[in-house]
């Protein structure tokens, strides 16, 4: 988690609580969370009722489980590419009125007709009303927020829709006892799941009457007219660009692996507890834990491990899966099962999370659209296939027994051989996202887990954060006012700011350690000195535009206090790194530019030296020596540039660099050609500037951008 002034934990609890206290979405929210809530209840429900009256034994059982679950992933298919297309011309309250009341009818009349082809159609008719409904509750939910809110709008829908799976799972077991029990105390038979799909059929009822009652909801088109993509075009431009992009390629990977994980559990859940002995409510149990553990995994997610690499962690949340799901399939023991289950859960809720923040920081912002809907396409269809196909699997490989004779008889099922299987699968998923994403090369994982979480990097979660770093007369300075002209151009908000000076404190303690008058400190003293400018830094001026979503350009940063103190002073790296990172919160730029130059070249661009800069040449050569060390270190947060190449030709390079960055930030206006004009944004201008007259980047005289051929530390 990024620092930032003020909790972010409040600020989720106020963005929640200014959403729900919209009247039309609170509604709204609650007949979601009643229509999701009957939603998994009717996934246990159907498979359930499924086994119940299946006919043909233990591969008769998993036959028709493979094929309710199958007709559910047949609309996707057929129907997915036109839902949006029908939802389009129809009424939106309409829709969703209508949809929710369908579904009710359909389940009620389940239990009623009480033949497996009957479910296996009605299967399919709630899908296909699914298809339609789905576009059109996600393109209402902008109609009904701010746009500034949307984003918490959609986090509390995504919690409501995948939380409400544990309480399904536990009213399923409770109207599954209950109806055994009942079934207990009379002479009549009870069907066992009966009851629970007009339960089903009565929550989908009153979500239809809620969304009936929504008076205020806004009307016309389901889904935006340029957003209307029909499944197999998202699909092919999805793959072109999946292919083409490794770290997209691993992220979409590992998605996939992280449901096909929970996916399996899910469809040989009810024959595998079968399996151990237990009935309707062992499968109630294990699919509860499943949802438990992703919940877990999704809500601390971004906190496991903090020292350790997002990229890496979700990899390895992946192998972690694998190899618990390999466990469960090995041991006969519900208890067991229910906890290893929970932690497949939790592990694969972690990659989840994980990849999908990084889906968002990392791909290209033209693309961003296109490629969450791809990744949302192909996540459902394989999660409907893994819950088809690893029933049918199952069935084929049937039950075998192994007569060990004075060891006894060991009896395998075609369910855990499955499980087996995918467990390898998830494990090979796991290795291939965490080689193709490892952003820590040369680094073991075992050392990474081993270091302290108070100095794992933070990167923000809100704006973009640039350094430039190098020796003198690199050209640091010209490049960021270069680099902060081109962005501003393009209509996004810049702060460019510097280290040491940019603060009423930092203009002091510049002075301290840069003026020759100063004389000799202790290389300690220095470090101090430079760490205290860092944190009122830190905290007095990049973290506020970070979380105001401004771009961040800063000439100079944490590298330089390790270079020219640790590097050129000699001192102990890990003793100065530890000042430097706890004064700056641990907060990393999202890239470093390293402009490389040789120190006897930058040295002869100025003629009047300050105190750092009149240091002997091999002080100035450990400098050196110790940016390219940061650099090399974490490749993928850094750009060596070298320094002897044109002035124009270097800014081009780091303006390529950026810019797939600039997905984490929007223009704040279009870009104009009068520099004149400026928003009234919050109060600052494309610039940064406060909108009082004063420029946010500051001048020389205030501690901004030195005018000079190059900026010292």
Sequence with gaps: MAYHP???????????????????????????????????????????????????????????????????????????????????????????????????????????????????????????????????????????????????????????????????????????TATRFIDGLTPVELPAVDPTLYLVAIAFAIGGLIFLGLRDMPAGSAVPEDEQVGLWRTIGQGWAYVFRTPLVRGLVLGIVGAFACGGVVIGLGRVFVGDLGAGDPGYGLLFGCVFLGLGLGMWRGPRVLEQVSRRRIFGVGLMGAGVALAVVAVIHNMALVAILVTIVGFCAGVSWITGYTLLGLEVDEEMRGRTFAFVASLVRLVLSAVLAVAPLVAGVIGSHTIEMRELGDYTYTGSEITILIAAVVAFLFGAVSFRQMNDRVGLSLLSEVRQRPGLAPVYPEHGLFVAFEGGEGAGKSTQARMLVDALQAEGYRVLLTREPGATDVGRTLRQIVLDPATGDLSPRTEVLLYAADKAEHVDAVVLPALERGDVVVCDRYVDSTLAYQAGGRALDREEVERVARWSTRQLRPHLTVLLDVDPSVGRSRFEVADRLEAEPKEFHARVRDTFLDLAESDRNHYLVVSADRSVVAIADEVLERVRPLLGLVHPAIAARSDDAERTDDGGHGTDGSRGDGTDGSRSEDDGGERTGPESPR
Excluded: C, Q
């Design 6 to 176: 003020g909790s972010s934990d409040d600020n989720d609890v106020n963005g929640i609580r200014l959403v729900l206290g919209i009247r039309v979405f609170r509604r709204f929210w609650a007949a979601l969370g009643v229509a999701s809530l009957a939603d998994w209840i009717g996934l246990l429900a159907l498979t359930a009722y499924a086994n119940d009256i299946a006919t043909g034994g233990y591969a008769g059982k998993n036959f028709a489980i493979a094929g309710v679950l199958f007709a559910r992933l047949a609309p996707a298919l057929v129907i997915g590419p036109f839902g949006g297309y029908v939802a389009d011309r129809l009424d939106r309250r309409l829709v969703l009125t209508t949809g929710l009341l369908l579904r009710a009818v359909i389940f009620a009349s389940i239990p009623l007709v009480g033949t497996l082809w009957w479910l296996l159609a009605a299967t399919v008719l709630i899908e296909a009303v699914n298809a339609v409904w789905m576009p059109t509750k996600d393109a209402t939910v902008p109609t009904l927020v701010p746009r500034a809110h949307l984003d918490d709008a959609n986090r509390l829908n995504l919690a409501t829709t995948y939380g409400s799976a544990l309480p399904a799972a536990a009213l399923f077991i409770v109207a599954t």
